[in-house]
């Protein structure tokens, strides 16, 4: 080991002592976490966990001057890896017999089975699976079904939180007709396009507003009416402007100081006064211009523990559940905080048949930031399931400047756990609304490869947006920029 900084019988005895270290942390709590088919994924997770408790960036120029792969860079086969070194270093032969070690080739087929079982066959000629949010509308457009299916969509992706069951179901079929029509004209529609439905969960909106116009800036405030019932008005000479909010009990924990965010953070707030009618905050931003409060727009509370207050699955998920089970292939399932939230799902779901139905945790709260990993612990449980990092809510809950790092953080330990991940929220945004993408959603999309599937948006340019993300996510580099 030339020009090292580690003596090489201190490094071999350092790496023996970390491999027996990481088997030992995993031995310890893998039987805490049952799972049936997904022992390899379990066990590469749980020795990962251990791998970033450990302090080995020194061991990181001596694995380099050997031609051999650094220990942070091997999430995919932890065990594997550390196995190969020592044979290789020591000249011996090292294996654990008590835990299932996936190699390289494994983890690949382990992924690409679960991803195909989860989203279904996909054009092999893309990095990754399309998703698509349909508006309801769109069931009285069957071309437009037609040219989404024509141009990539392998997933349809339909929010509960809007519409009902009988727009609902109409839009499937006008998705399944669709697909009829094309195996007529004798396209190749072998690969049936999934149903995805999102439970509404917990989401805090801004309610009814009717045809008034509210806008606020900086030095505005503004009051959150606790009642949904209440009605929406502007500000007069007598106080602020006032909106009615459709979840009041999400509002239990709310102290002053607090931040709130509407839409997505484009209006960020500060907690002024707490009531018993209303939250009363002062606008932060936007400092120079005002923004129009819009009507069924979200609001974030990420200092307010809306998890001790408010269930992920709410009654309405429960009420809207038989229809899912019946109609969809996948679920998602919104504002997950914690393990408990998986178990409830499935609870709920043993009184259907569907065995078969997917299940996709979406990432989207600080808590569930913190729980991912035993989130996805819990989810192994599911016979399909995977994860969506959901950057809307995200981005406000735990803050811009941290979002890079977490949907990486994300991203780096759903590959150790071999488990399928969807990059959502803001793909090609500026394309699908006003029809030119910016520079940063090109590099975004280069980004989101990492993730097994893309969601796009709705919007009036969807369909010139999926034909660029088809493009952009084209195995083949030098189809990027041919005109087609």
């Known amino acids: ?5 580690i003596n090489p019988q201190e490094f071999s005895k350092r790496l023996g002592s970390l491999y027996q270290q990481i088997i030992k942390e995993v031995e310890q709590v893998r039987e805490d976490f049952p799972v049936s088919g997904a022992e390899f994924n379990r066990d590469n997770l749980l020795a990962y966990l251990a791998l970033r408790e450990q302090n080995v960036f020194d061991l990181g120029l001596p694995l380099m001057e050997e031609g051999l792969t650094a220990l942070d860079q091997s999430y995919n086969h932890v065990l594997y890896t550390l196995e190969k070194i020592m044979n290789r270093i020591q000249g011996g032969v090292v294996s654990s017999n008590s835990l299932s070690i996936a190699s390289p080739s494994d983890s690949r087929t382990i992924l ?5 079982e989860l989203f279904g066959m996909t054009n092999t000629q893309l990095h990754s699976a399309i998703m698509v949010t349909l508006d309801v509308k769109m069931a009285e457009n069957p071309p437009l079904i037609e040219e989404l299916l024509l141009r990539g969509m392998n997933i349809a992706r339909i929010n509960c939180a809007h519409g009902d069951h009988k727009q609902w179901r109409q839009l499937i079929e006008t998705v399944r007709k669709a697909e009829e029509r094309l195996l007529e004209k004798g396209y190749d529609q072998e690969r049936i396009c999934k149903i995805y439905m999102d439970l509404a969960g917990p989401k805090v909106r801004i309610g009814k507003l009717s045809s008034i116009d509210i806008f606020v800036k900086k030095g505005d405030f503004l009051r959150l009416y606790l009642d949904s019932e209440k009605i929406g008005h502007p500000a007069t000479e007598d106080g602020p402007a006032g909106i009615p909010i459709t979840l009041g009990k999400a509002f239990r924990n709310v102290h002053n100081k607090d931040r709130i965010f509407i839409d997505d953070g484009k209006i960020f707030g500060i907690v002024h006064q707490v009531t018993n009618e209303y939250v009363e905050i002062e606008i932060q931003s936007p ?3 005002g923004l129009r409060i819009k009507e069924g727009k979200g609001l974030n509370l990420p200092d307010s523990l809306i998890s001790l207050t408010v269930p992920a699955l709410t009654e309405k998920d429960i009420h809207d559940l038989p229809f899912i089970s019946r109609y969809a292939d996948i679920v998602g399932v919104s504002f997950v905080h914690s ?16 065995s078969h139905l997917g299940v996709i945790a979406k990432i989207e709260t600080k808590d569930a930031v913190h729980h991912v990993a035993r989130i996805i612990l819990e989810g192994l449980k599911f016979e399909r399931f995977g994860l969506m990092i959901a950057r809307g809510d995200l981005a406000v809950e735990v803050g811009p400047a941290n979002l890079s790092f977490v949907q990486d953080d994300i991203l780096t330990i759903c590959s150790a756990a071999y488990i399928p991940v969807i990059w959502a929220t803001g793909v090609l945004e500026r394309l699908t609304k006003k029809g030119i993408p910016s520079r940063s959603e090109i590099t975004d999309v280069f980004y ?5 599937c893309i969601m796009l948006n709705k919007g009036p340019y ?7 993300l088809t493009k952009l996510l084209h195995k083949e580099g030098k189809d990027f920029f041919q005109t087609r």
Not at 462 to 468: D, N, S, T, V, Y
């Open 1 to 5: 080991m030339v020009n090292s900084p």
């Open 112 to 116: 690409n089975k679960r991803t195909e």
């Open 287 to 289: 400092v120079v211009r």
């Open 339 to 354: 393990p408990l939230d998986l178990k409830k799902l499935r609870d709920e779901l043993r009184k259907f048949d569907v």
């Open 448 to 452: 989101g490869k990492r993730a097994n």
């Open 462 to 468: 969807i369909l010139e947006a999926l034909k660029l």
